[in-house]
C-alpha cells in the first residue's frame, strides 16, 4: 500500500554498501547499528549527499531501530574483507528495484 501510494519507494542496496555506511555511522555517532537499521542510515547518507550536491537544505529523518551488537560477525566479515557481494544472485533479488534513487 505505501509503495502503491508513492508514499515509500523501495530501493536495492549491496551488503557491503550497508555495512559501509554502519561503520561509518559508528565513527561518527558511537552506536554500530544493525545491518537492517544500517539500510536506513545508508538512504539518509545518500539523500544528504544529493542535497549537497543541489545545495538544498533538507531535513533527514530516519528510525535507528536497533544495535549491531549480535550482526558483531558480519561486521567483522565486511572489515576482513570476506563478506559476500550478495547471497543471492542480483538477477533475483534486485530485478524490480532501481539501484540507487
Known sequence: ILVKNSIIKPVAVTQRDIFEAGKTFSRCEGIVPAPESAHAVFMAMEIAKMCKEKNEKKVILFNLSGHGLL???????????ALP???EPKSFAFDDLPLRI
Open 85 to 87: 557481494e550478495n547471497c
Open 71 to 81: 550482526d558483531l560477525g558480519g561486521y567483522g566479515e565486511y572489515l576482513s574483507g
